[in-house]
């Protein structure tokens, strides 16, 4: 474990996960200033969230895997796909990240344009037990859709993963906003929050993803797809002694090895032909 943690590759997936929050919330967050001439639409906010996610997944995915949300990293943790050491650092990564894009989104903003500067809070006569459920199922969708299209033992046309996630964030806030704002990331809403000191029901957008996380991974794990890895399998990966994420890049590469092997080899014998 202690091994893992000194690593290049680890160390790099560390700064992926700051930098890809960093630019999710500064980008999100820019979407939703309120500038008089163009107030912005539930449609605009949710298409860039959406779009936002979709280019740092295709971004970094191939660094850290592109969880760029608390809920996620949780999430693959309680269904075996990440190490407990990974978890921790991903999810102080993300928040750093978070509160270092709204702090800079911050000093860019005209103070007449800041207004609540995105912070999430219920809105609509929203009751905090509905803000949850919200937040639950908006989430739960989500990570299901990351579990679904990042499933390696998928043998059907998987499509875009990179873009089924950003629409699925995209979805989730076409709903999501005229409740709480819409988070379901806990990182996007800590980072507003710590910059405008407005914790008020703060609480609500930690439980609500966190819980829509595990939710999606024990329904994904347990009862959607057949049990996979076993359980010393599943230690060794919350151990960190072995990282699945690497191993499916690995045996991609070296499938990709043997094609072109058998590609070279078959235009060797069509040339002595």
């Given at each position: 474990?202690?091994?893992?943690?000194?690593?290049?590759?680890?160390?790099?997936?560390?700064?992926?996960?700051?930098?890809?929050?960093?630019?999710?919330?500064?980008?999100?967050?820019?979407?939703?200033?309120?500038?008089?001439?163009?107030?912005?639409?539930?449609?605009?906010?949710?298409?860039?969230?959406?779009?936002?996610?979709?280019?740092l997944?295709?971004?970094?995915?191939?660094?850290?895997?592109?969880?760029?949300?608390p809920?996620?990293?949780?999430?693959l943790?309680?269904?075996?796909?990440?190490?407990?050491?990974?978890?921790?650092?991903?999810?102080?990564?993300?928040?750093?990240?978070a509160?270092?894009?709204?702090?800079?989104l911050?000093?860019?903003?005209?103070?007449?344009?800041?207004?609540?500067?995105?912070?999430?809070?219920?809105?609509?006569?929203?009751?905090s037990?509905?803000?949850?459920?919200?937040?639950?199922?908006?989430?739960?969708?989500?990570?299901?859709?990351?579990?679904?299209?990042?499933?390696?033992?998928?043998?059907?046309?998987?499509?875009?993963?990179?873009?089924?996630?950003?629409?699925?964030?995209?979805?989730?806030?076409?709903?999501?906003?005229?409740?709480?704002?819409?988070?379901?990331?806990?990182?996007?809403?800590?980072?507003?929050?710590?910059?405008?000191?407005?914790?008020?029901s703060h609480?609500?957008?930690?439980?609500?993803?966190?819980?829509?996380?595990?939710?999606?991974?024990?329904?994904?794990?347990?009862?959607?797809?057949?049990p996979?890895?076993?359980?010393?399998?599943?230690?060794?990966?919350?151990?960190?002694?072995?990282?699945?994420?690497h191993?499916?890049?690995?045996?991609?590469?070296?499938?990709?090895?043997?094609?072109?092997?058998s590609?070279?080899?078959?235009?060797?014998?069509?040339?002595?032909?």
């Open positions: 474990m202690l091994r893992n943690l000194c690593s290049g590759a680890f160390s790099r997936a560390v700064l992926a996960e700051f930098l890809g929050t960093l630019l999710f919330v500064f980008f999100g967050l820019g979407s939703a200033l309120p500038w008089p001439s163009a107030v912005p639409t539930i449609l605009q906010i949710a298409l860039t969230f959406g779009l936002a996610i979709a280019t997944v295709q971004t970094i995915g191939h660094v850290s895997g592109a969880h760029i949300n809920a996620v990293t949780l999430g943790l309680v269904g075996s796909q990440i190490s407990v050491l990974k978890c921790v650092f991903y999810i102080l990564a993300q928040m750093l990240g509160v270092a894009g709204a702090g800079l911050f000093e860019f903003t005209p103070s007449n344009i800041r207004g609540s500067f995105g912070v999430n809070a219920l809105s609509n006569s929203t009751t037990g509905q803000a949850v459920a919200v937040e639950l199922f908006t989430t739960m969708q989500l990570v299901l859709c990351v579990f679904g299209t990042t499933d390696s033992r998928r043998t059907d046309n998987t499509g875009f993963p990179a873009l089924s996630i950003g629409l699925s964030v995209a979805l989730g806030h076409l709903l999501g906003i005229y409740f709480t704002g819409c988070s379901m990331n806990p990182a996007r809403s800590f980072g507003p929050a710590i910059i405008m000191g407005n914790f008020e609480w609500i957008f930690w439980v609500g993803p966190m819980s829509g996380a595990i939710f999606a991974a024990l329904i994904y794990t347990y009862l959607l797809t057949p996979a890895p076993n359980l010393l399998d599943r230690l060794s990966i919350l151990h960190g002694s072995f990282d699945p994420e191993e499916r890049e690995r045996e991609e590469h070296r499938k990709h090895s043997v094609e072109l092997n590609l070279n080899n078959y235009s060797k014998n069509m040339d002595k032909a």
